[in-house]
């Protein structure tokens, strides 16, 4: 008897776990993708349901969730030197007001004369979108041109926002290749578009290396050439990719030295820079370099150059023109 009380006890323990595990989640996604993208960006504050367990994946977006969300998901913080005007329409105490002054002295684009409980449109959102990715650096990009079947539909800033989100995987085309500018987007829309932002940022952000001795090493202001990308490799290992970008021709090249494992968490990888090999001809042509290495995925890595590196001056070398 005695030993059935306390199964029985353990048996509503679990069942109670699971009702309060479920509670938690929002019972209006679809789908393991999606659940993951809004526990993501739940988890980091970025967004939150109408209710406790609903999300309304289908509603469409106000500005000011709109612009609000953008800001968190970016990271982009006041500018406490910066002055900004006031919105007549927007109080000061609204929920929303320090992500709309906090926007604009980021450059991105807001009208004062748009009510922030306006829905926005997909090709609105992708403009403070792509205003906001920008704002947190500069990124290279594959020159190419995607194919957009109601392409006519965008101005020009707005083709430039949209093939950039395209590019680089922040949005999609429908089945039909349209991006559907006009339409209204939605909660869903807009999350996967912020999460698909937000990853691209962490893992391509320029990272700028600090040398222990500046007067012997790299300049900062050609330092920015240095990028570092990051992508899962297995289970186990990220690879991370340096890339030396628009160096004079492709004899400049980059090489990691080593690694430092800091700590259970923390790693950073050295690298030095190469210049072309005396006698050696290479085409004169503005070339990005690249040089990868795995690391486990427990660490976060931190670029910094070796000491002693120095960036030869643009157009050094021998080279050869077509």
């Known amino acids: 008897m005695i030993k059935n009380k ?25 789908g393991a993708e999606q659940e993951k993208i809004v526990s993501s ?19 469409t977006l106000t500005y000011a969730q709109g612009v609000h969300m953008v800001v968190r998901a970016m990271d982009l913080q006041v500018m406490p030197d910066f002055t900004t005007g006031s919105f007549a329409n927007i109080p000061a ?9 906090i926007a604009v002295q980021h450059q991105i684009p ?15 959102f992708a403009n403070i979108l792509y205003k906001a990715v920008s704002a947190t650096g500069e990124y290279p990009t594959v020159r190419m041109l995607i194919n957009v079947a109601d392409g006519k539909k965008l ?18 085309l429908d089945e039909k290749s349209n991006f559907n500018p006009d339409r209204k987007v939605t909660r869903i829309e807009a999350a996967e578009m912020v999460y698909h932002a937000s990853e691209f940022v962490q893992s391509h952000k320029p990272v700028q ?13 050609q330092q920015t050439n240095i990028s570092m990308s990051i992508e899962k490799a297995n289970d ?15 004899g400049y090249g980059i090489e990691v030295d080593h690694i430092d494992y800091v700590d259970d968490t923390n790693a950073i990888i050295y690298y030095k820079l190469t210049s072309p090999k005396p006698g050696e001809m290479n085409i004169q042509v503005i070339t990005d370099t690249h040089t990868s290495t795995l690391v486990d995925s427990k660490y ?8 002693g590196t120095v960036l030869p001056p643009t157009g050094t070398g021998t080279s050869v023109t077509k």
């Open 110 to 124: 807001l009208s004062p004369d748009i009510d922030p409980s306006t829905r926005m449109t997909r090709v609105q």
């Open 300 to 307: 976060k890595v931190t670029l910094k150059a070796v000491d």
């Open 209 to 221: 290396a600090i040398p222990e001795n500046p007067a012997e090493s790299v300049n900062p202001d």
């Open 93 to 101: 105490s609204a929920w929303y007001a320090d992500s709309y002054r």
């Open 155 to 172: 101005d020009q800033e707005s083709n430039e926002a949209v093939q950039f989100l395209l590019l680089t995987k922040i949005a999609k």
């Open 6 to 30: 306390s199964v029985a006890a353990a048996l509503l323990v679990v069942c109670s776990l699971a009702v309060a595990t479920s509670a938690s989640a929002f019972r209006d996604i679809k």
């Open 236 to 250: 186990q290992q990220n690879k991370v990719t340096i890339t030396r970008l628009q160096a004079p021709n492709p």
């Open 41 to 59: 960006l739940q988890d980091k504050g970025i967004i939150q349901g109408i209710t406790k367990d609903k999300f309304a994946p289908d509603q």
